[in-house]
């Protein structure tokens, strides 16, 4: 029977282990551009069986809070190869989380100003970013009013990702995951309360909310082979301003045939429903399957020698435990994340927590 410990063969990439490193922004690219820290700060985590990285713009219209890289110009892509280059040298298996915020984002963190675009016209009431003030300076601000996306700028959309998985294999990832949550762009097109338009992209029909997701599906797979593309997706957790709606679980299903249909490499879910949901959603996807969402050691354990996944994902206890593999292994405490180094800042909160051995030690 598996474990947490014992070995997954993802799309012919062997990972030593189930436990993956869950993409988390760390904003820590205040030009756009991953540098040496994010690359020790990776390196650092090596041992995962997998690392997902945090959200990745693949273009300036993209990109949705301050600091957080791109994927998108020569010199992302060389800042990311240090990354990449860091990570393989420790024994570590990386893939880019590919990310575009769609409504969710400000003038401020877009080229010249521009609008945030969406599938309508319509505001995340209440939502806020971290973004720019007025005079330039870090605040915390609301997010624009989106223009409507037309055909052509949904094919921009779509021309983006394939780029930005061109650029992932040449910055020597070993593949990418598409960012269908957090109510972010595609999640946007999905959701039936909000994408009320009339084309053949929105509306009540379910093929026509999920139409741009696997259209930009397709597109990374023709370009970089369906062996390294995942997609993260998380039902029910109507973040960003988004909410119920009607055949709610029946679209989360239709995702996941659709994608079956496909043989992508995995199917990454986080903030799912009801436990009977979480298995119809595995069974009717059929390939690798990873969770994520408050697990520990324990209930990770127990999903995967279930069945419920082959792969669980850590966030949190990532942050403050680089060595999180050895202490499973072990059965050593886990150490606790500041929340105040979470997003932004320097080495502190960041690349400063130790292996337990060497903690132990210096105790
Ligand atoms: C996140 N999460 C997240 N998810 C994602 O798909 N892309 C991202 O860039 C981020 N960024 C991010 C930053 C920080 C600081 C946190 C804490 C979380 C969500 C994350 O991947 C995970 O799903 C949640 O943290 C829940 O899992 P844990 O932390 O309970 O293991």
Excluded at 30 to 47: E, F, H, K, L, N
Aim: aromatic share 8%.
């Amino acid at each position: 029977m598996p474990t947490l410990l014992s070995p997954f063969d993802l799309g012919g990439l062997a990972l030593p282990n189930r436990v993956v490193m869950a993409p988390m922004t760390r904003a820590r690219s205040p030009d756009t551009v991953p540098g040496q820290s994010m690359a020790r700060y990776y390196a650092q985590r090596a041992s995962a069986g997998l690392i997902i990285t945090e959200s990745t713009q693949v273009s300036a219209q993209g990109r949705g809070q301050r600091d957080t890289p791109g994927i998108h110009t020569a010199a992302q892509i060389a800042g990311w190869r240090t990354v990449t280059d860091a990570v393989h040298r420790a024994g570590g298996r990386i893939v880019v989380q590919l990310w575009h915020a769609g409504r969710l984002s400000h003038g401020r963190l877009l080229p010249a100003g521009q609008a945030p675009v969406g599938p309508v016209a319509g505001a995340a009431d209440g939502a806020t970013v971290h973004g720019y003030g007025p005079d330039g300076t870090p605040a915390q601000v609301p997010v624009a009013t989106p223009l409507a996306l037309d055909l052509a700028g949904m094919h921009r959309v779509i021309a983006e990702f394939r780029e930005a998985a061109r650029n992932a294999v040449a910055a020597g990832f070993d593949g990418v995951e598409l960012h269908a949550g957090n109510g972010f762009l595609f999640e946007q097109f999905i959701n039936a309360g909000l994408n009320t338009r009339e084309d053949t992209y929105g509306g009540a029909p379910i093929a026509n909310r999920l139409r741009l997701l696997l259209e930009t599906v397709d597109a990374v797979v023709d370009a970089i082979g369906r062996a390294r593309v995942g997609v993260r997706i998380t039902p029910f957790g109507h973040l960003g301003g988004l909410g119920p709606f009607d055949a709610e679980k029946a679209t989360w299903l239709g995702l996941a045939g659709a994608l079956c249909q496909r043989r992508i490499a995995y199917l990454h879910a986080s903030d799912l429903g009801p436990a009977a949901f979480q298995r119809d959603l595995r069974k009717t996807f059929g390939g690798a399957f990873m969770l994520a969402g408050g697990y520990t050691p324990a209930s990770a354990s127990a999903a995967i020698a279930a069945g419920a996944a082959d792969l669980v994902a850590f966030g949190r206890p990532y942050i403050a435990n680089p060595d999180l593999v050895a202490r499973i292994r072990h059965d050593w405490p886990l150490a606790e994340a500041g929340k105040e180094a979470f997003y932004g800042g320097g080495e502190r909160g960041y690349t400063d927590y130790p292996p337990y051995s060497a903690s132990r030690t210096a105790a």
